[in-house]
């Protein structure tokens, strides 16, 4: 993704004040700084986050959202894929997934440093994610609650996700 800027930000502050809504990674990218300080710098509420060491724990209770969305998103591409989150086992330094979904592979969890949920208006509507963290302040991927063909987003799953922040985080 190629972002034209006019003139870069002062501070992540000022480029949230500017556009609230926007896109978090370019808000990262103009600033120059990794996501992770743009998610601490989300208003009160909208971003709260627990260790890396709860992957599997919190990874767990995804799989049983049902149908999600799976994002990664880099500089060059935003790979959006819906399925479910199979269950999976720790081997040979990875994170394995298993199971019958478009979502699967290798994940190096030990890598993840921080996992949070972020819930906040993107372009106007509200968005929440969970969204893991490499040591690097950057996302390794993000789980979303999906939306319905309304656009608003699916009840049971913004339950789950509202259940599943307030255990994680309290």
């Known amino acids: 993704m190629t972002v034209a800027l006019k003139e870069k ?40 986050h627990v260790a890396g060491s709860r992957f599997e724990e919190i990874w767990q209770a995804l799989t049983q959202w049902g149908d999600v969305l799976f994002i990664v998103h880099t500089t060059d591409i935003v790979l959006e894929c819906k399925g479910p989150l199979p269950g999976g086992t720790a081997a040979q330094g990875y994170f394995n997934i298993h199971g019958d979904s478009p979502i699967g592979g290798h994940i190096k969890a030990d890598r993840c440093a921080a996992i949070y949920f972020i819930d906040r208006l993107f ?6 994610s969970v969204q893991f963290i490499n040591g690097e302040g950057e996302a390794m991927f993000k789980v979303f609650v999906r939306r319905d063909e309304k656009r608003e987003l699916i009840a049971d799953q ?13």
């Open 9 to 48: 930000p002062a501070s992540v502050a000022d480029a949230l004040k500017a556009k609230p809504d926007g896109v978090l990674e370019v808000i990262a990218a103009q600033c120059g700084v990794p996501l992770r300080r743009v998610f601490d710098e989300l208003p009160q509420g909208a971003a709260r």
């Open 123 to 128: 372009h106007g509507r509200r968005s929440c």
């Open 158 to 170: 913004l339950a789950l996700f509202e259940a599943l922040r307030a255990k994680a985080t309290q």
